[in-house]
């Protein structure tokens, strides 16, 4: 009901009331007037406090509902915030897993790894201590090596101061010049040989398989043969046609494949060939 409503009805009570039985007296018009005023009044408060309190419940409503919108907002921000930190905290925990997977493959790793270490090393050490026996051994063959050699030398050498002491022969190691070869001789202490009796020229050709110094030149004099000793030559053994100085043949030689006796003949005496040295 509105006020200005409420107003004229109160008037028009008031007029019905005047129109109504007229035989009231003075006095009584008046208290009646006061209680009119007062109720009037009162009707006028009470709309008042009336609207108060609707102006209030609108604002206590409003404010709520700002509220809730706020606290909507916030949470649909919290929300999110909630949800990627999960997705952190979800991509954290695989990534830890991987690592873990990972770490557990490399301890695998690293423990064969370690054992093909251990084995590498055991080998290594195995073939040290092999190597240190074959290189005692080698040491040790060549000590034999080299005790040999010095056996052969020696008995090598022991054979041919025997061939000389017994008057024998022995042959001259490289072919080379007849001085040369000569000094090959002289050097173990004997000269080319002397031949002085077909029994000793047989002997020796016998034995020869190819043509060798003997210990006959005529260098210092043409067409007069010497030996070594300087004694002159008394009976030669020479091949047919031989000496005949073809070219400057000085130096002669004895080759077997000529004939058993007969198999002198001339060379120059820059020709090599081995010597035959006798004691
Ligand atoms: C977080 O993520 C896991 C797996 O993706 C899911 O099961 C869980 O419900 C999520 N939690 C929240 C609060 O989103
Ligand atoms: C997980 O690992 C991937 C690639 O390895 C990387 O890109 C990502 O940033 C990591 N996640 C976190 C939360 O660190
Ligand atoms: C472990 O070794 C295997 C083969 O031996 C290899 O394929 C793998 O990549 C290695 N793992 C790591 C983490 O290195
Ligand atoms: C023999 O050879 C030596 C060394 O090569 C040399 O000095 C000498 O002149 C040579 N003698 C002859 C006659 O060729």
Redesign the pocket.
Known sequence: MDLEDIYQNVERRDIEDTTGPRTLNHSQDEGRNEKRRGSRCLVLMTVCLGIICVVLLVSIILQHISNTAERESLFKSNKNTVKEFNQ?IN??Q??YTELMTEKDQLKNNFSSLSQKKLELETRVNDLTAEKKQLQGSVDSLNQKKLELESKVTSLSEEVKLKGCKEGLFFISSESKNWSESRQYCRDRGTDLVIIDTEEKQRHITSFLKESVWIGLSDTENEGNMKWVDNSPLKQGFWFKGEPNNDGNEDCIELDPEKDPVNNWNDLPCSEKRKGICEN
Do not use: P, R
């Open positions: 952190t991509s954290l695989d990534n």
